[in-house]
């Protein structure tokens, strides 16, 4: 299946002021940026036709694959001037550079990518900015399971804070850690159909007007995954990942330690 990256967002919570701030999925884990590792994840299950939308920072995106060096993350035999590659990680790839606006909601993204889907009846969609070891493979086929129009992947709530039960005399009866609540959040991880697009209005929002209306009709999935699931939202989640990567904890990079998958065809 085709996927769909969002990547034309202004990341706000990564700028550092500068007018031409690294766009958050160029933010670099490791020796590779955000993106690279999203999109090494779906070619391990077999998915490498990818459509990426662009907006603010489409330069660093584009710079990065026009001049890609393989040599950085792959091992090679060096004779003279000439260089063997052992193996590669993109040459076998498809990717679709598409300017979807730099004000544009991820909706209105999607819909801007629409032609280039060539009508594929299912399709992955990502934020390219969230990493996790989940099996695409069995996501996809839960989806199809499912009979639903779309499926999202959930996942546990992330957040360090704590929740406070008080009484009307102001006594607080009970502190709970988000962590620990019965709820699931939106993981960023997508399987849609192309009957998406029609519950997505002009400029309109992915989540709120497709999946909100698909829920209302009993009819998005949604695939709960309890193990490795982590954000780059902001410069402190990024660095976590950068320092995991150093130290050899890199539950996301399923290529790397077996995990079933589709690497060649």
């Not at 040599?71 to 060096?78: G, I, K, L, P, Y």
């Not at 990942?241 to 330690?257: Q, T």
Request: proline share 5%; charged share 25%; hydrophobic share 40%.
């Amino acid at each position: 299946m085709k996927v769909v990256l969002f990547c034309g967002g202004y990341g706000m919570r990564m700028r550092n002021g500068s007018d031409d701030a690294i766009p958050k999925p160029m933010q670099m884990v490791g020796p590779r940026p955000l993106i690279w590792h999203v999109m090494r994840y779906y070619a391990h299950y077999g998915h490498k036709d990818f459509i990426l939308c662009l907006g603010y920072g489409a330069s660093h995106i584009k710079d990065f694959f026009l001049n890609y060096e393989e040599a950085e993350s792959n091992d090679f035999v060096m004779r003279g001037d000439k260089i063997e590659l052992l193996q590669t990680d993109i040459s076998d790839w498809s990717i679709s550079f598409v300017d979807t606006g730099v004000e544009s909601a991820i909706g209105e993204r999607l819909r801007r990518v629409r032609d280039h889907l060539d009508g594929d009846e299912y399709f992955l969609a990502n934020y390219a900015d969230v990493l996790t070891d989940a099996p695409m493979d069995e996501v996809v086929e839960k989806f199809h399971a499912s009979g639903a129009a779309a499926s999202m992947m959930i996942v546990p709530p992330q957040s360090s804070f704590h929740c406070v039960d008080i009484a009307e005399s102001g006594a607080v009866t009970q502190i709970t850690p988000v962590s620990r609540l019965p709820i699931w959040e939106n993981g960023g991880f997508f399987v849609l159909s192309q009957e998406v697009f029609d519950l997505l209005p002009p400029g309109g929002d992915l989540v709120e007007d497709a999946c909100g209306a698909l829920a209302k009709q009993g009819r998005l999935f949604g695939y709960k995954h309890a193990g490795f699931w982590k954000p780059a939202d902001t410069f402190k989640e990024r660095a976590e990942l950068d320092a995991s990567y150093y130290k050899g904890i890199r539950p996301w990079m399923v290529w790397e330690h077996g995990d079933k998958g589709a690497e060649t065809g």
